[in-house]
């Protein structure tokens, strides 16, 4: 309760200053005080938020905000965190001093309360819980912003949680070789279409440049030819953010696309008894187009990255991995 008394004096003190502090405004800071970062609201519009200046207890419901705070060094301030298949981070779901908080999907919100979190990470899915998670701590609630993009919302999310710490300069240096590595595989792009799809329930979904593996077009540089497929049939806000477009394998005849990328939804939240996405795509009809037969269909490595962790320093360069391994290995064979 001392924290946060000297936080909300810290805090009138800066505004009778006639200053606002911001995420990069942290110099001068110390543990017990409070600094303000931008985050979104339940509305997912973009406010200031007062949350503590480095913040002893931390409960997580997103594996992107985790993934930066394992990269940052401040992963041992987890008290609690929503389950993970993630590899990397499995350390803190076997751990038995860390609270289990429920999914990134469905929060336990009795026990996020019982471990008492100085601060609460929150991802898109929980957006409708934010209202009722905020009555027990602050809610950082960041995203990936397709239009800004997944390199630069990485870089922005980085720097905002970075801030609560007084970490800000560490995230160059982990930011540093993703640029260089974009160049090269926008250079084997140049040129090239291709289709992204999402493989789920036994069907393939096309998926346009306005969410999941939004890197391949809008910074890979693929042309996305799911983007004229969404535009056709839904007009201009036509939206494939969430699980895509239902498509038909003959649109995939039709597109004729020189790449295929298939992320295999079922495999990356181990739905249990589902048909790999391998199996869904290599039928008949696709497996009699030149994407098949010139060996271009390209299964992300690693679907739960992709799936439940874009917008990570670390999921992003596993994400940029997989398109190295299947692309520029081949170019090199």
Known sequence: MMKKRVGILVFAMTLALGTTAFAS????????????????????????????????????LDMACLDILDALG?????????????????????DDNITKL???????????????????????????????LSE??????????????VVESV????????????LEDQVDDM???????IETLSAFAEGKNAMVGLCTSGSFNVLGDDGRCSLIGREIGFNNLGND?????????????????????????????????????DAAIATEGAQLAQEIMENELVMGTDVYQEGHIVYL???AVWYTAEGGIQALDVMLADLETALLTEETE
């Open 175 to 181: 930011m540093a070789d993703f640029d260089s590595r």
């Open 301 to 303: 490595k690693n679907p």
């Open 229 to 265: 497929v969404v535009a056709e049939e839904e007009g201009s806000a036509g939206s494939t953010a969430t699980h895509g477009n239902e498509a038909s394998f003959e649109l995939i005849v039709d597109l004729d696309p020189d790449y295929l990328f298939v992320l295999d939804r």
């Open 136 to 149: 027990i701590a602050p809610v950082v609630y960041l995203s990936t912003d397709t239009e800004l993009g």
């Open 25 to 60: 405004e942290t110099e001068g800071a110390s543990a017990g005080e409070t600094v303000t970062v931008k985050s979104l609201n339940a509305n997912q519009e973009e406010i200031d938020l007062e949350v503590p200046y480095e913040p002893e207890r931390i409960a997580i």
């Open 102 to 132: 429920g999914t990134i999907k469905e929060a336990d919100l009795e026990a996020v309360m019982e471990c008492e979190p100085d601060v609460i990470f929150i991802g898109g899915r929980l957006s409708s819980s934010y209202d009722a």
């Open 155 to 166: 870089r922005k999310n980085a720097e905002t949680i970075a801030s609560m710490f007084g």
């Open 74 to 94: 401040v992963g041992d301030r987890v008290v609690g965190s929503a389950d993970t298949s993630l590899d990397y981070l499995q350390d803190y779901v076997t």
